[in-house]
């Protein structure tokens, strides 16, 4: 569901101005409005995303869904993914308030710049590895049977 938010963050902007520029009825540049489509964008993609994933899941079997949960807790590419996506929410969201203070309400600042900072760090893991520098190997893999993971 966080790489379908951060495409529908990416998504959601480019679909805005393009739809902006091509209604009837020419509109005026809104920021609040603009916020407000990416942060509709990125939950609405995140749910059709979380539901395709959950009929997959319930579709699976055993051995299928436990290679996919070791394939996730141990993907680096997927953690420099939500660190990157994490770090530019919350920069987002404190920088689209400080910006734009009187263009939008104070919740569609926070979660509108949250959305669209998640987006850019989204954007930029993904820019990073196409251009080379993927996200590091782990030193060793543990496997999920191993006894030193169980919990204490």
Not at 5 to 20: D, K, T
Not at 43 to 48: F, K, L, S, T, W
Not at 71 to 90: C, H, N, P
Request: net charge positive; aromatic share 8%; hydrophobic share 40%.
């Amino acid at each position: 569901m966080k790489s379908s938010f951060g495409i529908g963050a990416i998504c959601g902007v480019p679909l805005y101005f393009a739809l902006m520029v091509s209604s009837r009825r020419p509109r005026k540049f809104s920021m609040e409005r603009l916020l407000n489509v990416s942060t509709l964008s990125g939950v609405g993609v995140a749910v059709a995303g979380g539901a395709v994933a959950f009929s997959r899941n319930a579709l699976s079997d055993a051995a299928t869904l436990k290679q996919r949960r070791v394939e996730l807790a141990y993907s680096a590419s997927q953690r420099r993914e939500d660190d990157f996506g994490t770090i530019g929410a919350i920069l987002g969201a404190c920088l689209a308030p400080a910006i734009f203070w009187t263009r939008a309400g104070l919740l569609d600042l926070t979660l509108g710049g949250g959305t669209l900072g998640y987006g850019g760090g989204f954007l930029t893991h993904h820019w990073q590895t196409s251009t080379g520098s993927p996200a590091g190997q782990s030193k060793s893999e543990i496997p999920s049977d191993d006894p030193r993971m169980r919990r204490r």
